[in-house]
């Protein structure tokens, strides 16, 4: 499983960000997809994920409303966005994709994650 994230950037607070994550190198209708955060000096936590099977959508309190994950689907790829709008400072992050098999239809939000990609920045400040 390859997954490559990318869109991250320096935005001021109220600007929107869209970020991506190219998943590849398996079947892709297996696995639930999810995004996580990082700030400097806090632990790594869960922001959004997406079931497979139904697509149904969650999002962790801080940024619902605000966020939206959507899932497209190539041949051979995946790619799992996030739409990021009205940001805060408090959104500032290292921004990872990560993936997991998953059950058909099953919560995305309860699994514990296990392939990862590398992190994108995403900087909110004026």
């Known amino acids: 499983v390859q997954l490559q994230a990318s869109g991250g950037g320096l935005v001021q607070p109220g600007g929107s960000l869209r970020l991506s994550c190219l998943a590849s190198?398996?079947?892709?209708?297996?696995?639930?997809i999810g995004w996580f955060r990082q700030a400097p000096g806090k632990e790594r936590e869960w922001v959004s994920c997406?079931?497979?099977?139904?697509?149904?959508?969650?999002?962790t309190d801080s940024v619902k409303g605000r966020f939206a994950i959507s899932r497209e689907n190539d041949k051979n790829t995946v790619t799992v966005s996030l739409q990021m709008n009205a940001l805060k400072p408090e959104d500032t992050a290292v921004y990872y994709c990560?993936?997991?098999?998953?059950?058909?239809?099953?919560?995305?939000?309860?699994?514990?994650?296990?392939?990862w990609g590398q992190g994108t920045q995403v900087t909110v400040s004026s």
């Open positions: 997406i079931n497979r099977g139904d697509d149904k959508t969650y999002y």
């Open positions: 190198g398996f079947t892709r209708d297996y696995y639930a």
């Open positions: 990560a993936a997991v098999l998953a059950g058909y239809r099953r919560p995305c939000a309860g699994y514990k994650y296990n392939f």
